[in-house]
Structure formats: structure tokens, C-alpha cells
């Protein structure tokens, strides 16, 4: 028995065969999931005609035409009409020159990089101001129908967006919000307090009562009491929070493609209708792409610990 | 300031931004979806219509093809990422050396944006530059096909992405599930020399359905909303054989402008999630219970 030979083991512990094959199978399942990724980033560095080359190309010469056409405009020329341009000053020129194009200015993508930016933290910063003070109250007061206001407020996520779209267009092409910073704002702060709400409830559920009643035998008010203790003590499960609502926010596409035209166009409705010649330009919409997905590879990194709760509405707590 | 007067102070702003984005637009859907309301059309008399829409969609052949396609979408991902999820599960909880990074690197897909994540699955489908359609004609040749195009095999198209991004969730939820189990369960189970095949059917199973079953549920009303990553893959096509219901609610109310027939389809979706949100609400105080 291989249990004389390891006496040391436990039984609970996996044995060493099983833990190798463990890992093979899943180092396996992780490679073959992460084919997109690798994919994305090598798209992105790819030049045009080698992104839509058949068969397809593994590994190609680096090349920034994707970013180049990411942040510019160009026009076709005429081989006569280039001919009499002084030759390109810069490396970008140089790129969209041998296309036979010349830059016509700069293209909407950072404009919408900027909407993504004020919509997703402005959102935030309301979603998780309003979702602590009322996750506090929830948590600590007795409040009528408690129950059954916290199940509202959670089935408010539960309605498809499409649905909600339909009125919220109508209200806000009656309100002038339509394709606005501030309704857009409003919008993904109210999609995020359900999140909100009961994530920080958990958070704060776990904190103890004692550490508030003693601050308020010491002559400290409720509301100081709030914002000197029990602030303090929720700032990691504040900044998770936070960082859910701005992934939620900048991921968000349903509304935005519905609502948002051109003022408060954020990045998901843009990156697919980025387009070249003949169709959609590949190596550009991998640039944005890429360029859209690094800030939330770095969130999900930092969240490790909380992502569960984060996607289970603090149902599932490690 | 009284406790009292606190507790209004902080829940009154939550409470009226919910009320004005949200409980008044949806009253506003339950009227709109008894007129003849068209949105593009303004200045017109408003007519009550009574419940014309809803017995239309009650009865509308297309409309049960939209289920029927939402239904397949939602049974075969629900199925795979069950499947996939608990077995990645069980894998990971062998601790193997690295299992943490491994499980970061695994979870990635789901944090994405399903849209932009859609467009770029779209390059990844294409026919002849595309990686998908090489890496299966390497395993076994089928020649030239078309994953997005082909009315049998699009609804596969969307089957395969969505797993890809949320079998991750479904392992994270199981994993939790595995390691609520207590120590002690299986060293008893050890000492009554249980088998290991009898310890996962009596322990491990049963500790983990419930983190499974709510991980089915969330997925399945996320899936039964499906509309970013399809609306992007497939845009419902070719035809309206991936149009699942939140894009055929989209094309009804956007695109045909048909107000008061896009919102009572509305009305029902959302009766439809409610019923299930109710079930996840009850299973979720019971798994509090535990």
C-alpha cells in the first residue's frame, strides 16, 4: 500500500499522482481558454493584411498599423497626389503613407476612452456612496419591511436591461438626458446599488456592533460614529465594491448602445463598429480592445479574494 | 439626530433614484403595453388597445421560436458550464502547486465585456482567417464551413463563447462549496473506511449542489437576459435562428418601433425572471441557514 511508504501523508491529502493530474488537466483547460487572449494582443500588433491572411497567421512581423488606424483618420490617395507630399515626417506617417493614405486627423476612439472614464467613475463614486450609507442603515437600524426592501432593491437587477431601455428612452428624450454624461450617470448608479447595497451590507454586517456602542458610550454621536469607525473598518469591502460597479459600468453595453449616440458614446457600442477598408479593421478593434480589457485583467487580479461575493451579491462569502 | 431619522436619511436617496429609474419606467411599460404607442411616432393619439399585444404574443409562432432558441441557449450553456465548472472544481481542490495563479488566470474570461469579448470571438469564427475553424479542420478536416453563418451550427457559435466566459464562475462557486466541507466529515468517513467513491456521493456531492445550483440559477437568469454578446456575435442571425428574446425585444422595440407590442414582451420577460429570482432568494436564505 502506498500508505506505508508515506506515513507522513494524511489521508485527506490528495496523493501526489492525483495532484499531477490535477494540474496537467487544468494547466490544459487554462491554455486552451486563454487562446483568445494571446490572440487579442497578437492581433493587435499585427498589420492589416496579415490579420485576415489565409491560412491564418500564429506568428506574424510586429506591426502598429492596428494602433496607427486606432487613433487616426485616413483617406485614400491618389499615387500622383502623394507623390507630391513631402516625405513623411513621423513613424505613423510612414505607416499610413505605404497604404497610399494620408492622416486625416485624429479618429473618436480616445473621445469615447474619455466617456468610458467620466461615466464609469462618476457612476461608482454615487453607486457606492448611496449603496454605504444605505447598506449601514439596512445593517443596523430596524427599518418596516426591511426584507422586503432589500428584495426590491435586488429585483431591480433581475429586469432585463432591453426592457428597462424602452421607457428610460422615452423618459430621457423627454428630460433631455438622452446620449448625456449625467444620464448615463444616473443610469449605471441606479443598475449598481442592488450590487451595492448588499455587498456592502455583507461587509458591514461583519464588522461588531460593540466597536459603535463603545464609541457611543464615549460621548461619540451615531453619525461620527459612522464615519469614524465603521468607515474605517469597511474600506477593504468599500474599495471591492468599488471596484465591481466601475467593472460593471465599463463593461455595460445594452444601455449604451441604445441610448448613447455620439456625446456619451462609451467603448463597448464603439470598438465593433471600428472599420477599415472592406469591413471591420481587426488589428484596430484588437488595439482597442486590448487597450479596453488591461485596466479589468488588473482589477480581477486585485480582487482574487472577492470576486465571488462580488458576482453573487455577497450570497457566497470567503 | 435620532436613530430613526437616520435610517430615513440614509436609505431615502437609494430608495427614490430606484423609484424614478426604475418602478416608474416599468409602470410606465405595464401602461404602454396596453396601447398602440409607437415611439417614432409623436404627437399621435394614444389608444388603448387592451391586451391585443399580449394575446398576440401569446399566439405569434415566431415569438415561440424566439423561446425555443432562448430555451436551447439556455439549457446547453447551463448544461456544459455545470458539467465543466464542478469537474474544474475538483480539480483545483487538489492543491496542486500554482492551483492560485492557475485559478486567476482561468477566471479571466468572465470579468470581460461580453460585447467587445463578442466582436472579437467574430474574428476568431471567421471562415478562412479565422483560428476557430483551423484548429478544428486540424483535428479532424471538414473543409470549408462557416461557424456564424450556418443556421445549424450559429446557435453552437454562441453556446461555445458564452461557456467559455462563465464555466469559470460555476468552478469559483463550487470551489466555495468544497471548501465549506469540514475536515472532520472525511476523517470519519476515513475511520468507517468509506471508499472514496462513497465519500464523494455522501460528503462531497451533497455539500456542493447547493453552491452548484445557485451558480445554475444566477447563469440562468443572466442567460435568459442574453443580449450584449449575442447582439455582437450574431446580431440574432443568419435569419432569427439566435434571436433569443432580449434581441428580438431590441429589434421589436428599436428597430420595428412597435412600442406597445415590444412592452408587453417586456412585461412577460420580466414576470418570467421574477419567478425565478424568487426561487434564488428562497435557495439563497436557505444556503444562509446552513
Known sequence: MSASRDTTRSPLEPSATSRRIAAFLIILYASIAFIPMVLIVSTAFKSVTDAISYPPKIISEPSLEGFVNLFTQRTRQSAEYLETLPPPKTWYEEIVRKRNMVIAGPSRFIQRFVNSIIIGFGATFFSVFFGTIAAYAFSRFRIPLKNDLLFFVLSTRMFPPIAAAVPIFLMYRKLGLSDSHLGMIMLYTVVNLSLSVWLLKGFIDEIPKEYEDAAMVDGYSRMSAFFKIILPQAATGIAATAIFCLIFAWNEYAFAILLTFREAQTLPPFIPTIIGEGGLDWPAISAATMIFLLPVVVFTVLLKKHLLRGITFGAVKR | ?290
Not at chain 2, 181 to 208: G, N
Request: proline content about 4%; charged content about 15%.
Open chain 2, 1 to 290: 439626530m435620532s436613530d430613526r431619522t437616520m435610517a430615513w436619511l440614509f436609505t431615502l436617496p437609494t430608495i427614490i433614484l430606484l423609484l424614478f429609474i426604475n418602478i416608474y419606467p416599468l409602470i410606465w411599460t405595464v401602461y404602454l403595453s396596453f396601447t398602440n404607442y409607437k415611439a417614432n411616432r409623436r404627437g399621435v393619439e394614444i389608444a388603448w388597445v387592451g391586451l391585443k399585444w399580449y394575446e398576440k404574443i401569446l399566439t405569434d409562432e415566431d415569438v415561440w421560436l424566439n423561446l425555443q432558441a432562448t430555451a436551447h441557449f439556455l439549457f446547453w450553456t447551463i448544461f456544459f458550464q455545470a458539467l465543466l465548472g464542478l469537474i474544474l472544481a475538483l480539480l483545483l481542490n487538489k492543491k496542486f502547486k500554482g492551483h492560485e495563479v492557475l485559478t486567476t488566470i482561468v477566471v479571466l474570461p468572465m470579468m470581460l465585456s461580453p460585447a467587445v469579448v463578442g466582436v472579437f470571438w467574430k474574428y476568431i469564427y471567421q471562415p478562412q482567417a479565422g483560428l476557430f475553424n483551423h484548429i478544428v479542420n486540424a483535428i479532424h478536416n471538414f473543409g470549408e464551413f462557416t461557424m456564424i453563418g450556418n443556421v445549424s451550427l450559429a446557435p453552437w457559435s454562441i453556446i461555445i463563447v458564452d461557456t467559455w466566459m462563465w464555466t469559470p464562475f460555476v468552478m469559483l462557486m463550487c470551489l466555495a462549496g468544497l471548501r465549506s466541507i469540514p475536515d472532520y466529515l472525511y476523517e470519519a468517513a476515513e475511520v468507517d473506511r468509506a471508499s472514496k467513491w462513497q465519500q464523494f456521493i455522501h460528503i462531497t456531492l451533497p455539500s456542493v449542489l447547493p453552491f452548484l445550483m445557485l451558480a445554475v440559477l444566477l447563469r440562468g437568469i443572466e442567460n435568459f437576459k442574453m443580449f450584449d454578446l449575442v447582439n455582437e456575435l450574431t446580431g440574432g442571425g443568419p435569419g432569427s435562428i439566435t434571436e433569443l428574446a432580449s434581441i428580438h425585444l431590441k429589434r421589436a422595440a428599436f428597430e420595428k418601433w412597435r412600442t406597445g407590442y415590444s412592452s408587453a414582451f417586456a412585461v412577460i420577460l420580466f414576470v418570467t425572471v421574477l419567478g425565478a429570482g424568487n426561487i434564488y432568494v428562497k435557495l439563497l436564505n436557505k444556503l444562509k441557514e446552513k
